[in-house]
């Protein structure tokens, strides 16, 4: 199944896609993507609730927005350097064990939202990366545990910062976490739909120009490993998002480096969880 979310931002209502690609509201179910939602076994409910009220449900009209495909979770935790060659084009060292840090969850946007950015910002990156949904508490568990913890994957762009990242002391959240800096989804694919995130293609163009190509089979850390070694350090609650790294290819790396700047266009996807979209606009704030 895969879940959207739909409407004005902040007023988002429920949505399921259907395989055939259309879209339809299922706010009559009573509840959004929240934790409570991950954490009463929300998906295997709504799906028994699909079928005998599918019919009934409005249809999505294709141009209507979509947001996140979740709530705002308790939080948004990213792995760093998880793809040895983007490592070495950052000029960091392949890392023994997980380089964890946080994106703000008000970064969050939907997947075709405009990207902001930040006032004072000149380096501004993109980093295409798959991204796992928690549907089941998780604390100290073990890498064969792992997959009975997942609801699902979703596509999501951790633009970064790089001056404020990496040129200013302190740690990565810093230019990890400005306003619209997580776009996520076109949806959430619960995890019977993927039948092997360590092995994914996933891509980045920016104005038409392929940046970013591989697969997760290149990552250093796998998707048992990252969330086991996670949980070690931190309870991650249903609804709660992990994003597991970028692939070569960003802005940082290449020779002179490139950021983005306002008009240019980034179109990012990974089989299986869709396409996004974000055209990048200017601050216009005090």
């Known amino acids: 199944m895969k879940l959207i979310r739909f409407g004005e931002a902040g007023k988002?209502?429920?949505?399921?896609?259907?395989?055939?690609?259309?879209?339809?509201?299922?706010?009559?179910?009573?509840?959004d993507y929240t934790e409570q939602f991950f954490e009463t076994d929300g998906i295997e409910r709504l799906e028994k609730w699909l079928k005998i009220n599918?019919?009934?449900?409005?249809?999505?009209?294709?141009?209507?927005?979509?947001?996140?495909?979740i709530c705002r979770p308790s939080k948004?935790?990213?792995?760093?350097?998880?793809?040895?060659?983007?490592?070495?084009?950052?000029?960091?060292?392949?890392?023994?064990?997980?380089?964890?840090?946080?994106?703000?969850?008000?970064?969050?946007?939907?997947?075709?939202?405009?990207v902001v950015i930040p006032k004072g910002s000149t380096k501004t990156d993109w980093e295409v990366e798959l991204a796992v949904v928690i549907g089941k508490k998780a604390s100290y568990i073990?890498?064969?545990?792992?997959?009975?913890?997942?609801?699902g994957y979703v596509l999501h762009n951790d633009v970064s910062e790089r001056a404020f990242q990496i040129e200013k002391e302190g740690?990565?959240?810093?230019?990890?976490?400005?306003?619209?800096?997580?776009?996520?989804?076109?949806?959430?694919?619960?995890?019977?739909?993927?039948k092997n995130p360590n092995n994914l293609d996933l891509w980045l163009k920016l104005n038409g120009?392929?940046?970013q190509n591989s697969s997760t089979s290149d990552f250093i850390f796998n998707i048992e490993e990252s969330i086991s070694y996670i949980s070690q350090f931190m309870t991650l609650l249903p609804g709660d998002v992990i994003s597991t790294g970028?692939?070569?290819?960003?802005?940082?790396?290449?020779?002179?480096?490139?950021?983005?700047?306002?008009?240019?266009?980034?179109?990012?996807?990974?089989?299986?969880?869709?396409?996004?979209?974000?055209?990048?606009?200017?601050?216009?704030?005090?």
């Not at 084009?89 to 890392?95: D, L, N, S, V």
């Not at 802005?251 to 969880?273: A, C, Q, R, W």
């Open 12 to 31: 988002e209502k429920p949505g399921v896609q259907l395989p055939n690609g259309n879209k339809i509201d299922v706010s009559t179910f009573g509840e």
């Open 54 to 69: 599918e019919s009934k449900c409005a249809k999505v009209s294709e141009e209507t927005r979509l947001g996140s495909p």
């Open 76 to 114: 948004l935790v990213c792995i760093g350097l998880n793809y040895a060659k983007h490592a070495a084009e950052a000029g960091m060292k392949i890392p023994s064990e997980p380089v964890l840090f946080f994106k703000s969850t008000t970064a969050i946007v939907g997947p075709n939202d405009d």
């Open 142 to 151: 073990s890498k064969e545990e792992v997959y009975n913890h997942i609801a």
């Open 171 to 194: 740690q990565w959240c810093k230019g990890k976490g400005c306003d619209t800096f997580a776009p996520l989804g076109p949806f959430l694919a619960t995890k019977d739909e993927v």
């Open 209 to 211: 120009e392929m940046m």
């Open 246 to 286: 970028t692939p070569f290819g960003v802005g940082l790396g290449l020779k002179p480096p490139v950021y983005l700047k306002p008009g240019d266009v980034m179109e990012l996807g990974i089989e299986g969880l869709g396409v996004s979209k974000q055209k990048v606009v200017a601050y216009s704030g005090k």
